[in-house]
Nanobody, 123 residues
Framework: QVQTVESGGGLVQPGGSLRLSCAASGFLLNYYTVGWFRQAPGKEREGVSCISSSDGRTNYADSVKGRFTISRDTAKNTVYLQMNSLKPEDTAVYYC????????????????WGQGTQVTVSS
C-alpha cells in the first residue's frame, strides 16, 4: 500500500474555497517532493504546485498564484492544498504525487500517485 490518497474535493461556487489533502500510505512524505497536478476534461495533466523535501520551498503555476497555498504537516504525514477564490477554470481532477527526486511540474518525475479527487467550481 505504497500510495498517496487525495481527499477534500467537491462542488463549490465560484469564489469559494476548498482544502485538498494528500495523505501518504506506506512511506513518509517528508522525504519526498510532493506535487499537485490537475487534469480537466479534454486537457493534459498540468502541474499546479509542489513543495520540496529538502528545504520546503514551494512553487505555483501562474494560474493559481495568490489563490492556492501548499503546505506540509509532517506529524500527519499529509500535504495540503488550500484553494481560495476558486474559478470555474479550476474545475478538474486533482492528483497528489510524491517524487523521490527533485522535480516539480513534470509528471514523469514522480514515483507515487493517488487516484485523484474531483473539484468542480460552478454556480
Amino acid at each position: 500500500q505504497v500510495q498517496t490518497v487525495e481527499s477534500g474535493g467537491g462542488l463549490v461556487q465560484p469564489g469559494g474555497s476548498l482544502r485538498l489533502s494528500c495523505a501518504a500510505s506506506g512511506f513518509l512524505l517528508n522525504y519526498y517532493t510532493v506535487g499537485w497536478f490537475r487534469q480537466a476534461p479534454g486537457k493534459e495533466r498540468e502541474g499546479v504546485s509542489c513543495i520540496s523535501s529538502s528545504d520546503g520551498r514551494t512553487n505555483y503555476a501562474d494560474s493559481v498564484k495568490g489563490r492556492f497555498t501548499i503546505s506540509r504537516d509532517t506529524a500527519k504525514n499529509t500535504v495540503y492544498l488550500q484553494m481560495n477564490s476558486l474559478k470555474p477554470e479550476d474545475t478538474a481532477v486533482y492528483y497528489c504525487a510524491a517524487d523521490g527526486g527533485y522535480g516539480c511540474y513534470d509528471p514523469e518525475d514522480y514515483d507515487y500517485w493517488g487516484q485523484g479527487t474531483q473539484v468542480t467550481v460552478s454556480s
